[in-house]
């Protein structure tokens, strides 16, 4: 459709009045009503190390180590760093633009640029508040670590105590690969911080030290982000920057120990042959994707509290480049301490290497009992897995907050009076929500929340939001968005990515992802069949809301259905588009550059 059309009908006065330059004063004057309304970062400093901190999080030390060792080693760099800048770099810089152009949170948004799919923007906010639920009982995990590790001795490396199981218990580890022996360190996961079940069937009681630790977990949280970005601008500052004092000081301990030089090398060494299997390059992309935290929302809510003219290429790229240095830098922290177990127990490093919770809460406890001044690192490790845990939470929580101040501001605050009761009803809600998993068999009820939330839900999410924004709402609108914003429309890269590379990239992970889809898993424990059931229950929760959006928007047009369907799919955000046509047919009145000017 012209955008120009519907200006061009209108009388011959009108249309002259549309024609003339817009006065700078005029659009700078709007730009900060807008931010006078809604609160803003007190600095692009507090922005940038919020989206980093949500960006860095416990993805990057427990799966992409293994990832790379897995997929190719130093190869799997190159899949890695295309995928970066083809898919998770564009995106980024997409979903800014949307977020800080709008003012708006991810459902308001993607109802004005693409009534069609503006389901997409509440399944993202349904899927970062089911994440938030069960995200923080990592936490309350890092949290009971924390408290153990300042005593004489850990008592993870022991067999001498009452959680122990009698006669497959070693006070070595055992490696990933014997089934007789459990570690010491393995035992004190399950059956001292668990007190694990043997399936989801058995629900068993509460773990009341872990919900002492998850109630701990959540008043952090709020007193980190009850006064909005006003709070959460300053916290950043320390959650987002400490975990990187560790991790150097941890790479500096750690190249020193004996095998540290092997454990790198099984991290970097190029398998060359993996380039040519489709999975690496779909790992990659899925790994960047999920990474960075698109299709979220958090990135979209957290744009919308910038100053109009705030640079988000430089902040896209800022995070890009941070999250991959992080991803890599604790590849060599990770593998060096893991070459270093492989010479203390004479173990091949295939044999201790592992992903997920089972690196951090399992393998690398027993290397840190194993290090000079454990006492000293042991605390220190835990409390940056508690920073970056943090970060991604204050980050999805907020998606929450947002999307009610934006649908329900005026009611809710005529009731609640202030933002810090709104926050306080959110995170009790998450809290509760959270109590399944912090009974004796609630591991086997967060492994299932987190492959049907974050896994399977999660693909579909972006491949929708990936239609919106680029094909539906068009690559020559969101050019003008940021154009409007920026002073200057992005270059042919940015533009190549979001009409075909992105597309097919997130095309390609769904299908691969579907193709290659497995059921839930703990180990060895197999789900029910109920259980799978209620998983994709889980996954529909926030998927369901795309189809029931667009067959709204369609049913509540008017004329016949191809009509219905051209309206829903037309975006109602003011994008001065008609000024912008009516300049190209009437040169003898452009639009004022001093206005372009003025808002960039």
């Known amino acids: 459709m012209d955008p120009g059309a519907e200006n061009l009908k209108m009388p011959s006065d009108e249309r002259d009045n549309a024609l003339k330059p817009l006065d700078p004063k005029v659009v700078s004057e709007k730009i900060e009503d807008a931010e006078a309304q809604r609160p803003t970062w007190s600095g692009r400093m507090e922005f940038i190390l919020a989206t980093v901190g949500y960006a860095v999080g416990l993805g990057n030390v427990w799966r992409f180590p293994y990832l790379c060792y897995s997929s190719g080693g130093g190869a799997f760099m190159i899949p890695y760093l295309i995928m970066v800048m083809l898919c998770g770099f564009p995106l980024l810089f997409m979903e800014f633009a949307i977020g800080q152009y709008t003012r708006l949170g991810p459902v308001h948004a993607f109802t004005k640029i693409c009534p069609l799919l503006k389901g997409v923007g509440l399944a993202t906010v349904v899927i970062s508040f089911v994440f938030s639920t069960y995200y923080n009982v990592l936490m309350s995990w890092a949290l009971y670590y924390l408290f153990n590790s300042f005593g004489a001795t850990l008592p993870w490396i022991s067999c001498n105590n009452t959680w122990n199981a009698v006669g497959n218990c070693s006070s070595g580890f055992t490696g990933k690969n014997n089934t007789k022996l459990q570690s010491a360190s393995q035992q004190f996961f399950d059956y001292r911080l668990l007190e694990k079940t043997n399936g989801i069937e058995e629900a068993g009681g509460l773990r009341w030290e872990l919900f002492g630790c998850l109630l701990a977990a959540w008043v952090i949280v709020y007193l980190c982000i009850f006064k909005g970005v006003k709070s959460t601008g300053k916290v950043v500052y320390f959650t987002a920057v400490f975990p990187y004092f560790i991790l150097f000081a941890l790479l500096i301990n750690n190249v020193q120990l004996p095998g540290a030089k092997n454990g790198i090398l099984y991290f970097l060494t190029p398998v060359w042959s993996k380039l040519f299997e489709v999975k690496v390059w779909v790992n990659a992309a899925a790994q960047v994707f999920n990474s960075i935290g698109i299709a979220f929302g958090s990135m979209i809510s957290m744009a919308s509290y910038n100053k109009f003219n705030n640079n988000v290429l430089r902040d896209a790229f800022i995070v890009s480049f941070t999250n991959s240095f992080t991803s890599i830098l604790a590849g060599f922290v990770i593998f060096s301490a893991i070459g270093y177990m492989s010479h203390i127990h004479n173990l091949p490093v295939d044999n201790i290497a592992t992903d997920g919770p089972g690196l951090v809460f399992v393998v690398y406890p027993e290397v840190l009992s194993t290090m000079p001044v454990f006492q000293l690192w042991a605390p220190l490790f835990f409390f940056m897995l508690l920073c970056l845990g943090l970060d991604s939470q204050f980050a999805t929580v907020e998606v929450a907050i947002t999307f009610i101040k934006d649908e329900f501001g005026p009611e809710i605050f005529h009731f609640l009076k202030r933002q810090e009761l709104l926050t306080l009803i959110v995170c009790l809600i998450c809290f509760i929500l959270g109590i399944p998993h912090i009974t004796q068999g609630g591991i086997y009820v967060f492994q299932l929340m987190d492959h049907y939330a974050a896994v399977v ?16 709402f068009g690559v020559s609108r969101i050019s003008s968005m940021i154009t409007r914003m920026q ?61 029931i959006g667009a067959i709204q928007e369609i049913y509540n047009n008017k004329g016949s259905f191809l009509q219905r369907l051209i309206k829903a799919m037309t975006p109602t955000i003011d994008l001065d588009a008609e000024v912008w046509e009516l300049e190209k047919q009437n040169q003898d009145n452009p639009v004022s550059e001093t206005w372009l000017t003025s808002v960039a």
């Not at 839900?457 to 539906?472: H, N």
């Not at 097919?504 to 424990?525: D, E, F, H, N």
């Open 457 to 472: 839900s999660l693909m579909f999410l972006a491949f929708f939001e990936v239609i919106a924004v680029c094909w539906i």
């Open 487 to 547: 002073g200057k429309k992005p270059n042919i890269y940015f533009r190549l990515c979001w009409l075909l590379l992105c597309p097919m990239l997130v095309l390609c992970i769904l299908i691969s992802s579907i193709a290659q889809y497995t059921p839930a898993r703990y180990g060895k424990y197999t789900y029910p069949v109920w259980a799978e059931w209620v998983g994709w229950g889980i996954s529909l929760v926030s998927i369901v809301w795309i189809p």
